[in-house]
């Protein structure tokens, strides 16, 4: 096996995250389960201690409403025999049968509430009311015996109450009976029970001991063995392991809520299977996305590898796609890209030598250009025939600067100082043989730019363009201004004239300066191209209507481009 193979790294990779998951559950696991024990016991906890306190509430709710009903007007009036009429007797009732409904309402765990008055010998319930009998008295007897007490009387829980005197001599007026209702209880026993087990409540002082009959006496059998104090404890029962937590109440005893300890593992065994699974599930999805990945990243490689041989073989039309639209798109476009801008490149070498080739013929037919040197000549005899020798030995210095220039074939690019000393010296050729009918406004080149690099031969062919079409014909008060502009990052020759032309003639100039056009390659044309080429941009030259009223020529030099 190569263990440089990609596919053997990945092999090892994937091993080494299984590894590592393998751990991670394990430890995952430990820590879940002793963290699941201790959220029941928390929750035992809560559960038993929100329970008690709610419970302990409703008790403490009871006794304040106690003072509150005792000192009723009417209850005091009531107590009266006589004290009051008929009419407002039964009113009276009325109130306190209201007021005993509501007592019974506001507290869940009250089953009836009754009130003994023994002023008027009557027994008012919330939803009756009669004489007072024998018995009645007699039992009156027995609530005096165990007043604000819990009282387990027949197997039901009580809570007897009277109005308070300070002195113990005097017997109260008014006794209140609670009757709690053990079946609501026991209701809110089983909605605070986590499952598998169950709770029940143990008052021994006064022999209460209540719990859901469902559980078939399991409360006893855990009395038994749970030392009943408070907190959470572990005990057996019937080979079984119970959890047992006790929780004091301020009036009912001791709640004790118990639960099954194999419900509880069995809940974590079950959890431990689940992330066993899990585990084996992550493991084949990891197989899975191993050969996935394989195949997703080497077969790319491969053809992306084959792309390059045959781009290695010279094969320029090479193009690879990507169908499935992830990571690697970016690469093959980037391949792509990079075989066009190769391809371009060599074509631009291809044209820029063309071009450069062009150039040179268009040199060499201005050097043997018979036309050109004979109105030179005829110019410059003219002025020794008329003893201007002045004027001959400037028109000469002209026509040697111009000759020197474009004979020399020793490089294609030249400064800026080198082209337009050049291009200065044929305008004034020019100058010199259209005097009467033009003049030559010729600004100074910025010092600053006198060692940027320019292709040879850039600023002539406009130069003879401006004579040709637009100066040779005219009259009189002919004008050629050469300035420069710099604005925007761009530096700008140009080239202006005030002869007659017309926008649909300027229009064509710049359409043959587009990439689309495909006619003949003439100077100024040439002149765009390779302007384009070198500076490696969209724009070499652009027309458009001059201030003068003729054409105005933008040559564009980038400012960025190099100097000597």
């Not at 394989?294 to 010279?314: H, M, T, Y």
């Not at 010296?425 to 910025?446: G, N, T, V």
Request: hydrophobic share 40%; glycine share 4%.
């Amino acid at each position: 096996m190569n263990i440089n193979n990609v596919k053997t790294k990945l092999f090892i990779v994937f091993l080494i995250m299984i590894l590592l998951l393998v751990i991670s559950f394990g430890i995952i696991f430990f820590l879940l389960e002793r963290y699941s024990r201790n959220v029941i016991y928390q929750q035992m906890e809560n559960s038993a201690r929100y329970y008690v306190d709610f419970t302990d509430n409703q008790m403490e709710n009871i006794l304040q409403q106690r003072d509150n009903f005792f000192t009723d007007r009417n209850l005091v009036f009531l107590g009266k025999e006589g004290s009051l009429l008929d009419h407002d007797r039964m009113a009276a009732i009325l109130t306190e049968q209201e007021k005993l409904l509501l007592i019974k309402g506001s507290n869940k765990i009250i089953k009836d509430v009754i009130v003994y008055i023994t002023g008027s010998d009557i027994i008012i319930k919330s939803d009756a009311l009669r004489t007072m009998t024998d018995t009645d008295r007699q039992r009156i007897n027995q609530l005096n015996k165990r007043l604000d007490v819990l009282t387990v009387e027949d197997g039901v829980l009580t809570l007897a109450m009277a109005e308070h005197y300070y002195s113990e001599n005097i017997l109260p007026r008014f006794y209140l009976e609670i009757i709690f209702d053990e079946e609501q209880i026991i209701s809110n026993l089983n909605d605070f029970s986590i499952e598998g087990g169950s709770s029940f409540w143990d008052y021994p002082l006064i022999g209460w001991f209540l719990e859901n009959p469902v559980q078939e006496g399991m409360g006893r059998k855990i009395l038994k063995v749970c030392d009943e104090t408070e907190g959470i404890s572990r005990i057996n029962v019937d080979g079984k392991y119970f959890l047992v937590n006790v929780t004091e109440s301020k009036y009912f005893g001791k709640l004790i809520q118990y639960c099954n300890e194999d419900v509880i593992l069995q809940n974590l065994r079950s959890y431990r299977w689940q992330m066993i699974c899990f585990l084996l599930l992550a493991v084949v999805c990891a197989m899975v996305f191993a050969s996935y990945t394989d195949r997703l990243i080497n077969r790319p490689l491969r053809e992306l590898q084959g792309a390059f041989q045959k781009l290695e073989d010279s094969d320029l039309s090479i193009r690879i796609t990507n169908k499935t639209n992830d990571e690697f798109e970016y690469i093959y476009d980037g391949f792509n890209h990079m075989v066009e801008k190769l391809s371009q490149t060599i074509d631009e070498v291809y044209v820029q030598k063309n071009l450069a080739a062009q150039a040179q013929f268009k040199q060499l037919q201005a050097q043997i250009n018979p036309h050109f040197l004979y109105n030179s000549f005829f110019l410059l005899n003219g002025r020794i025939h008329r003893h201007d020798y002045e004027g001959a030995e400037l028109l000469t210095n002209y026509l040697g600067t111009y000759f020197r220039y474009i004979t020399r074939n020793a490089s294609d690019i030249a400064t800026l100082s080198e082209e337009l000393e050049h291009a200065e010296a044929y305008a004034r050729i020019q100058e010199s043989r259209f005097s009467a009918r033009m003049e030559l406004d010729w600004e100074k080149l910025p010092e600053e730019w006198e060692n940027i690099l320019i292709p040879r031969l850039t600023v002539q062919p406009i130069l003879e363009n401006a004579f040709k079409y637009a100066l040779e014909n005219k009259e009189e008060d002919g004008l050629l201004h050469v300035y420069y502009l710099k604005e925007a990052g761009m530096r700008y020759i140009l080239v202006e004239d005030n002869g007659d032309i017309s926008d649909e003639a300027i229009n064509e100039m710049n359409r043959k300066f587009s990439s689309e056009y495909q006619g003949e390659i003439t100077g100024i044309i040439n002149v765009d191209r390779r302007l384009k080429s070198y500076y490696k941009c969209d724009t070499g030259l652009s027309v458009q209507r001059g201030e003068l009223g003729g054409v105005l020529v933008k040559i564009l030099i980038p400012e960025r481009n190099n100097q000597m």
